[in-house]
């Protein structure tokens, strides 16, 4: 099993910036993808941006691509999301998800999953 825990979610001004972090724990392969989601009340689950923990491959939702970053530390098995011009749209609880499949995880969202921390942007 992967444990993962998030931090660094808390208040912003639009068009400021916030970085979360999330440190995973337990079996962690080095091929296991993470990603950071996201999720407001009523409405679907959204993958914001995931990286492959061997390779560093990433990618990224259309609505954050050019504004957030995702990166990774494998000697610490975290992974990072350096959000910049935030805009109220952002405004979610952001879930770090993991799954050995990238595919699974991405596609389907399944994985394991943090508990999440609350992004919130002010206009």
């Known amino acids: 099993a992967v444990q993962l825990a998030e931090s660094g979610g808390g208040s912003v001004q639009a068009g400021g910036s916030a970085r979360l972090s999330c440190a995973a724990s337990?079996?962690?392969?080095?091929?296991?993808?993470l990603g950071w989601f996201r999720k407001v009340p009523g409405q679907e689950r959204e993958g914001v941006a995931f990286?492959?923990?061997?390779?560093?491959?990433?990618g990224y939702a259309d609505s954050v691509k050019g504004r957030f970053t995702i990166s990774k530390d494998n000697a610490k098995n975290t992974i990072y999301l350096q959000m910049n011009s935030l805009k109220p749209d952002d405004t979610a609880r952001y879930y770090c998800?993991?799954?050995?499949?990238?595919?699974?995880?991405?596609?389907?969202?399944?994985?394991?999953w943090g508990q999440g921390t609350q992004v919130t942007v002010s206009s």
């Open positions: 998800g993991a799954n050995p499949s990238p595919q699974r995880l991405w596609q389907a969202g399944l994985g394991y």
């Open positions: 337990g079996t962690v392969y080095r091929s296991t993808c």
């Open positions: 990286i492959y923990m061997d390779n560093g491959t990433t």
